[in-house]
């Protein structure tokens, strides 16, 4: 099982993690809101798919930086896209609930685990470890 964790502390979380509303200035915020949508499984060849969802709501963002980490090689799959979730520096509301979808570039055949790495500039980036591999390249995690 992977272990989620956050680098900074409460104050500086940016990605994956309810926010309360106090937290946000209105201009920043995308208030169309992100409903969980029903589970659709697929398999893309040649990418990885990470669908998450959050059990409280808040604002959500990404910074484009994510990225997937082979925990053998340190080979680094780069983030493609986002779907359902703004890039930083726009915040989306997410409803509790809520689930957005990460696609990344698929990772070497010879990776067996890999770690999801929110690398930014200041405290608070996502940071998934040790996420084991399976044969469809489509995982679920949460943040609870």
Same mark, same amino acid.
């Given at each position: 099982m992977s !272990?989620?964790?956050y680098h900074g502390g409460m104050k500086g979380l940016y990605a994956m993690l309810a926010l309360t509303e106090a937290s946000l200035v209105d201009d920043d915020v995308d208030t169309t809101p992100v409903r969980a949508k029903k589970r659709?499984?697929?398999?893309?060849e040649g990418q990885v798919t990470i669908h998450m969802r959050t059990r409280l709501g808040g604002?959500?963002?990404?910074?484009p930086s994510i990225k997937?980490?082979?925990r053998?090689? !340190?080979t680094e799959s780069k983030f493609i896209h986002a779907v359902g979730?703004?890039?930083f520096p726009t915040w989306t509301r997410v409803e509790p609930g809520g689930a957005y979808t990460l696609l990344f570039e698929a990772l070497p055949s010879s990776c067996?685990?890999?770690?999801?790495?929110?690398d930014i500039p200041q405290p608070g980036g996502l940071v998934v470890e040790d996420i084991?591999?399976?044969g469809r390249d489509v995982y679920r995690l949460g943040t609870d």
């Open positions: !272990g989620l964790k659709q499984d697929h398999e893309d604002g959500v963002r990404i910074w997937l980490r082979c053998t090689t !340190g979730l703004s890039p067996r685990a890999f770690d999801l790495v929110e084991a591999r399976n």
